[in-house]
Structures are given as C-alpha cells and as structure tokens.
C-alpha cells in the first residue's frame, strides 16, 4: 500500500521532526523511522492518505523514535526483585492520531431488507 502524503508533506514531517529532536542534521535511519511512522499511524487511522493536519502529530512521533528509540526510555534497572523504572509519559500514538480515524465500514452494508 502506498500513502500518498500533502504535497511536500514528507519533508515537513522530516523538517519538524529534526526541531523537535533538536537535531541540525537527521541521521540515516531517519526515512526508514519515518516510513515506519507513516504506516503505523495510517493502519492506526485506516488511511491511505496523510492530509497536512496530520503532519504534526507523525512529527512528534518521529522526533521521539529518533530520540528515544521505540519505547519509553528505561531510566533506572534494579535486579533484586527486579525494578524497572521508565522515562516521563508521554502522549501515545493513539491520542495523537484520534482526529484523524477513519471508521471502516462492514463490507455490503449493515442494513438489508
């Protein structure tokens, strides 16, 4: 499936992304994290599409997978009775992306008569 972004949407997402992380340069990985975003959050939101509006939330979840990797950053491991403490909370992909779902309607319709 391919997602067809705004006209130059992808570089604004990679633009916004890189002032947010605090980056002058974006690293390598950079296209495929941004890839990796996109169909998350268009699978998320049942698009094939990533209107403008949407840029700045897949921005600030670019900028945290170039950032902090994946996941919450772990800030602290103990190992007797095994503790682990993560990083701040953060608003999840699902909160930043609600505006944007798109209901997927039952194929054939729900109504026969």
Known sequence: MS???AEEGRQRVL???AA???MEELPQEAETLLEAVV???AALCSRED?????E???AILLARAL??????PVTAVKR???QITYGPEELSPRVLLSPFVRLRTPKGGCCRE
């Open 56 to 58: 700045q939330p897949l």
């Open 67 to 72: 950032r902090d990797g994946a996941e919450r």
């Open 50 to 54: 990533i209107p403008e509006g949407m």
């Open 15 to 17: 633009e916004r992304a």
């Open 80 to 82: 007797g009775d095994t």
């Open 39 to 41: 169909c998350g959050a």
């Open 3 to 5: 997602i067809r972004f």
């Open 20 to 22: 947010l992380a605090g």
